[in-house]
């Protein structure tokens, strides 16, 4: 997965879809993520490869499919494997909070435990420069995952996962909007290549569908927010409830590398013989206390290419209604094979 | 508060490290190209199979046959990842009649990362 970019991904929806909603939480203070963490995240990672040991498995593969990694949806696969990833949209206002420019820079590494079952590690830096007031900086919370593939067919071309995401609450920065609580979210993750289809249709083989399904329940259904009102000199409280929501989002891709080697030379050279089209759909349905029913997400067309141990991809953000925002986003991501580009240490599952 | 500055240099440094510090022989080979090429249509039989992958492959590993409409296996079975291009594996195949051949691939690269693919061409 990434699953550690997974999650993160989560959050740059997230913190759209429920930015409004968002209150300073005066009984629940948060601790400020020193700069340090980067720097802590960056020799965390430099150390797991010193300690791995050696050997090489694949990643991402079902028989002749190759599943890419993907920049909104999370991937349905266990694997080695470092991302970052970097939003930028313009949020609407909402409530009291003027709109702003929204940027988020991911960190994600995911490490195989077993051939079949894998960890991950997220963290974030957000930037948020408002219309009005000062522009804030910090960390959002940190990700952990958990996640085992229990069914790979490669005649069909088909993965099924299942995993565990935790959200850690009050690891972040209030200021950019890090919840003080934890969230937990099990989901189930699917992959699907066309390559079964017939040869009558063989220009679809191409195709391959992603996706992810499972809710997300905080651990605390609600926040208290008690406030001095100078004017009256009365103590007020607000209540914020935290609902439980639906991560439901998917993916349509269609390789030209699956096309250029298993279906027909169109004589496509480089870079466009390793280049994958896609369109991504990461949504959220909030499911209880008050917000019941509604949906936020976006529609992401973007392109991917694949080379041999690193993936770049570019992705536009249009938000599917005005509840998830007005303006159009932008993601990009940087992405390593980590079993690739060291087989014989940090690529290889632990046991 | 995080200084910008700080933090892109952190990101370039943590960007660039992988690309230059690597086990250098790892990864999965992916079929570059071949002759005859995936799904073409040729006037006549081949006198061998050839693909290109991206990748050294591991000679004692990887493989590669040719298959009639029938699923009946029809190269020389004289499989070989050319001496002097380890990228390259080849198969003769005999003066074959006109119709469908599918061409499987299984290959494992040095560090043991195995792929495996299909296609098919056309003899008229």
Redesign the interface.
Known sequence: MVAGAGSSRTVIAGVIGLRGKEVTNCLFPRTTVP?TW??RA?GF??TI?FLMPV????HG?A??R?FTTTLSVEDPFVSDE?S?LIGHIREPGGGEEPPMNSTE?S?DYSKRITPDFGISIGES?L?LNPDEGKSE??FGNLELGLKYQFLMN?EHEAILSFGVDAEIGGTGADRVGADSFSTLSPLLFFGKGLGDLPESV?FLRPFAFTGVIGPNFPTRSKNVITTLNKGTGEIEQEVERNPVTLTWGFSIQYSL?YL??????IGLGSPLNRMIVLVEFPLETCLNRGCGGQTTGFVNPGIIWVG???QFGIEAQIPINERTGKNVGVLGL?H??????????L?KPLF | ????R??LI??V???A???L???K????A??D??DP????TVSGSPVSIRLWF??DLEPLSSAVSVQDARRNRVDKKNVRVNPSNAKLLEVGVPPLPAGTYRVIWNVVTR?????????TFVIK
């Open positions: 700069a980067l720097w960056i990672t430099l490869i050997s090489s498995w694949a593969f028989g002749k190759f470092l970052f820079i960190l830096f930037h900086s910090g490669e063989k590398q250029q080697s298993f279906v027909k030379d041999k141990s690193v940087v390593f094979f980590i079993d690739d580009l060291f087989p014989k240490s690529g | 508060m995080v200084n910008w700080q933090l952190a990101l440094f943590a960007l490290l992988p690309c510090w690597t086990d022989v790892g990864g999965h992916l079929l190209h071949c090429k995936v799904g073409e991206d990748r560090d043991g990362h195995r792929t495996t693919g299909d296609y």
